[in-house]
């Protein structure tokens, strides 16, 4: 089995910036891929960035592409997202999710393994 904790979250000023941690621990074959999620209160839970492991590719939704940048530390287990530029809309909760994935990097899922999540929030 495998367990993801996520860290990093808080609260940052507009235009801030922001590095969220996702550790996973155990192992499986299925974990292939680390995805970020949030959710908001009123909102749909909302795919945000994948990374597949092994060859490091990664996958982003177009409305936080150009501000969010998902990385990794295969050696730590340890997925990142950094996050800049940040909005009072970018205020919700954050989630680290892992899995095999299925047909598309964004269907929750595809995802196994889903951490508590870390309380993100942006004010002006």
């Known amino acids: 089995a495998v367990e993801v904790v996520e860290s990093g979250g808080g609260s940052v000023q507009a235009g801030g910036s922001l590095r969220l941690t996702c550790v996973a621990s155990?192992?499986?074959?299925?974990?292939?891929?680390t995805a970020w999620f949030r959710q908001a209160p009123g909102r749909e839970r909302e795919a945000l960035a994948s990374?597949?492991?092994?060859?490091?590719?990664?996958y982003y939704n177009d409305s936080v592409k150009d501000r969010f940048t998902i990385s990794q530390d295969n050696a730590k287990n340890t997925v990142y997202l950094q996050m800049s530029s940040l909005k009072t809309e970018d205020s919700a909760m954050y989630y680290c999710?892992?899995?095999?994935?299925?047909?598309?990097?964004?269907?929750?899922?595809?995802?196994?393994?889903w951490g508590q999540g870390t309380q993100v929030t942006v004010s002006t």
């Open positions: 999710a892992a899995g095999p994935v299925s047909a598309y990097w964004y269907d929750p899922s595809g995802y196994l393994w």
């Open positions: 155990g192992s499986s074959i299925y974990r292939r891929y």
């Open positions: 990374i597949y492991h092994e060859a490091g590719s990664t």
